[in-house]
C-alpha cells in the first residue's frame, strides 16, 4: 500500500529552484533513505514531506489523504533531526513527553509510554537528567523516544548520524535498523552518507541538483545505475569511470567498472599502469594505479595477500561481464538488451 | 547558553513567517520604535533649533535668530580650544591606560592562578562603583593635600604631598577615570584572550617564535579586533564623561571638558542657543566615532 | 587558552596578580574601613587608622541626618523601573526581530544603536525643557521615563542576541510534536529565554543604578537617587570622610553584589555581541 504519495512536488526559494517537479510513492514500512551530495535537496525534500516547508506546486499524499495544506502537527509525522533539537530546559523524560501532553493525552498513559519508551532505548536511568548532561549518543536516543512515543505514521530522520563520532555512528546505525525492524514503521531518512544510505535503505533515492537520479534498492543502484552521477556515487571505492580512448575502443563515451571487477595480474593484462598508494584494510587491499591512458587513476582491489611495491608497474583485466557503458550524456546502455 | 546544540540552521531560513505573523511582528516592533523615534527627534530638533536662536531664559528669552553665530561664537570663544584639549588629553590618557594594562592583566588572568576567581572579582569592581562614589572617594579619601591617604603616603617618605586635583588636574582625572574603566577593558580583552585558540601558540612555540614574538605576531593581532571595540566604546562614553569632572573639580583648574563646558552654558549660565550649538558639535564628534563601532557591529550581525 | 605551566611560574603569575587585584580594589576596601571609624579618627595615618576603635556610628549619623532611605528609595524604583519598562517595550521588539526577521531588521537594529550614541549634553537643555513643561522635573517618573530610553537600545540588543541563539530546529521539532503557537511560545520559547532576559534585566539594573548624567541635571531634592544625594557630600568642607564612606559604601554594595553576578552579560551587553 502506498502510504505517501508525492506528486509533481516542486520547491523554490525566491528564484531558486531547489526542487524540480518530482513524483515518488513511499510504501507501508519501507525504510527509504534520500541520499545526494550536500545541497542536492534532499533535506528540503524532507522537510517539503514534514509539512516544515511548503510547496511551491504539487500534491503531497499521506496514507491517501492530501496533507499539502497541513500544519507540520497534523501530519502524524514524527522528526528526528540533525542536532536533535531537545528542550533544553526540560528533563529527559520531559522532552520525551511533551508530544503526548500536545496530543492531551491523560498523566498515566503518558507516563506508560514514556517508561516503555525509555526502556527500549536503554534511557531508564537518565529520564530525570537535562539534554546537557548526556552525552551524544544518550541525546540521540532522546530524540528517538520523543519520535516514537507518539506512534506516527512515519518517522523522518535528517542527518541523524552526522554530530556522533564514527565509532557510535555505527552502533547507532545497527540500533535504528533494529528500530525499524522492530517497528515495522515507515522511515524516510536523508544523509550524504552513501555507506549510512547502502546499510539501512529497503529503497534508496539518489537526488542531484533538486532532481531524482535513480530509486532502487541497494543491490539495484549498485548493480545497474542508470548513469555516471548514480555509478560514482554509490559504492565504496568509487567506481572508475573512464572516458576518452579506452571507452571509444569498447563503443561507449565512459565505461564504468567497480574496483572488484578488476583482476590484477604482475605480468599481462589488458591495461597496466604505476603502483601509487595502496590502502591494506586487511580483509582487502586496494591499489591505486597511474594509467598512462586514464586521466584518473584506476582503483582495483586486490587479495590481502599480494604484495606490491610503490612504483611497481602491473597489469589490470576488467571483467567485462561487469562492465558498465554510459552514452556521452552520462547514461546507462545496454548492448544486451 | 545552548552551546551543545550543534545547530546547523540559523533561525530565519526557515519559513516561520507567514503574512500573518509578519503583521503581528511590525506591531511588537512598533512601541519600541516610537519611542526611540521620539526619543531622538524631539530633542534633537530642539537642539537643532535654538542653535540657531539667541536664547537666554533667564535675560530675556527668545531673542530671535541669529543664524550660525552660536557656532562661530562658541568655536570662537576662548574656551573652545582648550576644552578640546582636555577632552583630547583626557580620553586619549584613558584609553592608553585602560588598553594597555587591560591588555597585560588579561593575559595575566589567563594564565593559571591561585584564587583566580576572586583576583578576578577584585579586579573588575570598580567597574560598578557609582561615578560620583569613585570621584568622590578619590578626591576626599585619597587625594586630599592634608588627610588623604596618598598625602599620608607622601609624608611618611618625607615628600610634601601633591595638591593633586588643583595641580596635577588631568593626571589625577585621568587616574580616577582609568581607574573604573580598566575593568571593562580587561574582562572584554581577557574574554578575548580566552579565545585565542591554544594550537595556535603551540605551533609558534614548535617554530621556535620567542615569547615577546608569540606576543606581537599572533596575541596582538587576534586581541585586534577586541581592542578595537574597546576603544570605540571607551571613547564614546569618555567623550560624556560629566559626573567625575562634577563632583572633583567642577571644571576647575584647566578641567573643562567639551561637555563639561557645554553644561556649564546651558545650566549654569543659562546660553541655550551657545549651548545648543556645542551640542550639536559634541553630537557630529560622538557620531564620527559611532560610524566605525557600528560598522564592526554591523560586520558581527552577518557572521 | 590556559596551558600547563611550571610551579615557579604560577607563584610569579599568582603573586603579579595579586598584588595588581589588590592595588585595584584598595580603594573599595579602604572606604570600607574608614565608614567604620569615627571622624576623628578617619583622618589619621593609615597605620593610625587600621588600629583605632571601630564603630558603627557614621551608618546612624548617615541614616538619621539625611534622609538616606528615601535616596535609596529613590535609587531602587528608577533602576528597576526603567529596567522593567525597557524589558516590556523591549522582548515583543528583540521577539519579533529575531523569529520574525525582515529586510529591514538590520537596519532597525543599527538605527536603534545609534541612538545609543547621542552623547546627552546635546539634548540636555531640551529634555530639560520637556521635563519643566510636564511638570515632571525632579520627580521618580521622569528619571523612570529618561533612563529607560537611554538604556532602551541594549535591552533590546542584548535580548534579540539571546534570542538568536534559540536554534530553529528547536522550534521545528516543537511542532512536528503537534505544538500549536500558544503551547510554542509558553512551553518552549518562554522557558529558554528567561535566563537571557534575567541576565538583561541584572546588567541594566546596574546601568541605571549609576546613571550620572541625568540623574544630577534632572533631580533635587525630592526625586534624587543615590548618585546625586553623593554628589551633595562634594559641597560640604571638614571632617566628613567616616561619613562620606558609610553613605558610599551603602550606595555602592547592592549593586557591586549583583555586578559579580553580571560579569558575563557586561561583555556582551556593553560590546552589543562584538566581543564574545
Given amino acids: 500500500m502506498k502510504q505517501i504519495e508525492l506528486n509533481q512536488v516542486s520547491k523554490y526559494f525566491g528564484e531558486i529552484e531547489v526542487i524540480r517537479p518530482l513524483d515518488l510513492q513511499i510504501e507501508n514500512g519501507e525504510f527509504v533513505v534520500f541520499v545526494g551530495p550536500s545541497g542536492c535537496g534532499k533535506s528540503t525534500l524532507l522537510r517539503l514531506i514534514a509539512g516544515l516547508e511548503d510547496v511551491t506546486s504539487g500534491q503531497i499524499l499521506i496514507n491517501g489523504k492530501d496533507t499539502t495544506k497541513l500544519a507540520p502537527a497534523d501530519r502524524e509525522l514524527a522528526m528526528v533531526f540533525q542536532s536533535y533539537a531537545l528542550y533544553p530546559h526540560m528533563t529527559v523524560r520531559k522532552n520525551i513527553e511533551f508530544p503526548l501532553r500536545m496530543a492531551g493525552l491523560d498523566k498515566k498513559e503518558r507516563n506508560k509510554r514514556v517508561e516503555d519508551a525509555a526502556k527500549a532505548l536503554n534511557l531508564t536511568d537518565y529520564l530525570e537528567r537535562r539534554p546537557g548532561q548526556l552525552s551524544g549518543g544518550q541525546r540521540q536516543r532522546v530524540a528517538i523516544g520523543r519520535a516514537i512515543v507518539r506512534e506516527p505514521t512515519a518517522f523522518l530522520f535528517d542527518e541523524p548520524l552526522s554530530n556522533l563520532d564514527a565509532a557510535l555512528r555505527v552502533g547507532m546505525r545497527l540500533e535504528i535498523s533494529e528500530l525499524h525492524k522492530r517497528l515495522g514503521a515507515t522511515m524516510i531518512y536523508v544523509t550524504h552518507d552513501q555507506v549510512e544510505a547502502m546499510t539501512l535503505a529497503d529503497k534508496i533515492v539518489v537526488l542531484q541538483a533538486g532532481v531524482i537520479e535513480q530509486v532502487g534498492t541497494p543491490l539495484d543502484l549498485y548493480h545497474n545505475p542508470k548513469n555516471t552521477f548514480v555509478a560514482g556515487f554509490i559504492g565504496s571505492p568509487k567506481m572508475n569511470l573512464i572516458s576518452g580512448n579506452e571507452a571509444d575502443k569498447m563503443g561507449a563515451h565512459t565505461i564504468g567498472i567497480r574496483p572488484e571487477h578488476l583482476s590484477i595480474t604482475k605480468n599481462t593484462g589488458l591495461w597496466h599502469g604505476v603502483v601509487g598508494v595502496t590502502e591494506q584494510l586487511g580483509s582487502d587491499t586496494f591499489v591505486h594505479l597511474n594509467c598512462e591512458s586514464f586521466s584518473e587513476s584506476l582503483t582495483v582491489r586486490a587479495d590481502s595477500d599480494l604484495s606490491v611495491a610503490y612504483g611497481e608497474t602491473l597489469y589490470v583485466t576488467p571483467d567485462l561481464t561487469h562492465l558498465h557503458k554510459f552514452d556521452k550524456n552520462g547514461l546507462r546502455f545496454d548492448e544486451k538488451a | 547558553m545552548f552551546s551543545y546544540i550543534q545547530s546547523s540552521k540559523p533561525i530565519g531560513t526557515s519559513k516561520v513567517s507567514t503574512k500573518h505573523s509578519r503583521s503581528l511582528a511590525r506591531i511588537m516592533v512598533a512601541p519600541a520604535v516610537f519611542a526611540l523615534l521620539v526619543w531622538m527627534i524631539i530633542p534633537l530638533s530642539m537642539t537643532l533649533y535654538f542653535s540657531f536662536k539667541k536664547y537666554l531664559p533667564l535675560r530675556g528669552g527668545d531673542l530671535g535668530w541669529v543664524g550660525f553665530e552660536n557656532y562661530t561664537r562658541f568655536i570662537s570663544s576662548s574656551s573652545f580650544w582648550p576644552a578640546v584639549a582636555t577632552t583630547m588629553i583626557i580620553v586619549g590618557g584613558v584609553l592608553i591606560i585602560t588598553v594597555v594594562l587591560g591588555t597585560l592583566i588579561a593575559l595575566l588572568l589567563d594564565q593559571p592562578i591561585w584564587g583566580q576567581g576572586i583576583v578576578r572579582i577584585m579586579i573588575i569592581a570598580p567597574f560598578f562603583i557609582m561615578p560620583t562614589v569613585s570621584g568622590l572617594i578619590w578626591k576626599n579619601m585619597f587625594m586630599d593635600p592634608t588627610n588623604g591617604f596618598l598625602a599620608h603616603i607622601w609624608r611618611a617618605f618625607g615628600a610634601e604631598p601633591i595638591q593633586w586635583l588643583s595641580h596635577a588636574s588631568l593626571p589625577s582625572l585621568i587616574m580616577i577615570i582609568s581607574w573604573q574603566w580598566l575593568p571593562f577593558a580587561t574582562l572584554i580583552l581577557l574574554t578575548a584572550v580566552q579565545s585565542l585558540d591554544s594550537e595556535q601558540l603551540e605551533a609558534a612555540e614548535m617554530d621556535g617564535a620567542k615569547p615577546i614574538r608569540r606576543f606581537f605576531h599572533i596575541i596582538l593581532p587576534h586581541l585586534a579586533r577586541a581592542i578595537t571595540v574597546v576603544i570605540l566604546i571607551q571613547t564614546i562614553f569618555l567623550l560624556s564623561i560629566f559626573a567625575e569632572i562634577f563632583v572633583t573639580t567642577a571644571g576647575a583648574f584647566g578641567t573643562k571638558t567639551l561637555t563639561y563646558l557645554i553644561f556649564q552654558r546651558v545650566l549654569e549660565s543659562q546660553n541655550v542657543g551657545l549651548g545648543s550649538a556645542g551640542g550639536v558639535y559634541a553630537i557630529i564628534l560622538a557620531n564620527i566615532v559611532a560610524i566605525f563601532l557600528m560598522r564592526i557591529v554591523g560586520k558581527n550581525l552577518d557572521r | ?276
Avoid: C
Avoid at chain 3, 534570542?163 to 510534536?177: Q, Y
Fill in chain 3, 1 to 276: 587558552m590556559p596551558r600547563a605551566v611550571t610551579t615557579q611560574k604560577k607563584i610569579l603569575n599568582s603573586a603579579i596578580s595579586w598584588a595588581l587585584a589588590i592595588i585595584i580594589f584598595f580603594p573599595i576596601f579602604w572606604i570600607v574601613v574608614l565608614s567604620f571609624k569615627t571622624e576623628g579618627d578617619a583622618i589619621r595615618t593609615p597605620i593610625e587608622v587600621l588600629t583605632s576603635t571601630w564603630t558603627f556610628d557614621s551608618y546612624a549619623v548617615v541614616q538619621e541626618r539625611s534622609d538616606y532611605f528615601k535616596h535609596f528609595s529613590n535609587s531602587v524604583i528608577i533602576a528597576i523601573g526603567s529596567t522593567l519598562l525597557g524589558i516590556i517595550i523591549a522582548v515583543p521588539a528583540a521577539w519579533s526581530m529575531a523569529f520574525v526577521p525582515s529586510k529591514r531588521t538590520r537596519g532597525i537594529l543599527m538605527w536603534m544603536l545609534s541612538t545609543k550614541m547621542l552623547p546627552a549634553v546635546g539634548v540636555l537643555y531640551p529634555i530639560y525643557l520637556i521635563f519643566i513643561e510636564l511638570g515632571i522635573l525632579d520627580s521618580r517618573t521622569g528619571l523612570v521615563v529618561i533612563l529607560m530610553l537611554i538604556n532602551l537600545p541594549i535591552i533590546i540588543w542584548m535580548l534579540y542576541t539571546y534570542f538568536k541563539e534559540i536554534p530553529a530546529e528547536i522550534l521545528e521539532a516543537a511542532r512536528m510534536d503537534g505544538a500549536n503557537l500558544r503551547s510554542e511560545i509558553l512551553y518552549i520559547l518562554t522557558p529558554m529565554a528567561i535566563p537571557g532576559i534575567a541576565s538583561t534585566l541584572l546588567l541594566n539594573i546596574i546601568l541605571a543604578w549609576n546613571e550620572a548624567f541625568w540623574t544630577l541635571n534632572l533631580t533635587a531634592a525630592k526625586a534624587a537617587p543615590l548618585t546625586s544625594f553623593i554628589a551633595s557630600y562634594s559641597s560640604p568642607e571638614g571632617l566628613f570622610f567616616a561619613k562620606l564612606s558609610a553613605a558610599s559604601v551603602m550606595a555602592i554594595t547592592p549593586i557591586l553584589i549583583m555586578g559579580w553576578f553580571s560579569q558575563k552579560q557586561l561583555v556582551r551587553g556593553l560590546t552589543f555581541g562584538a566581543v564574545k
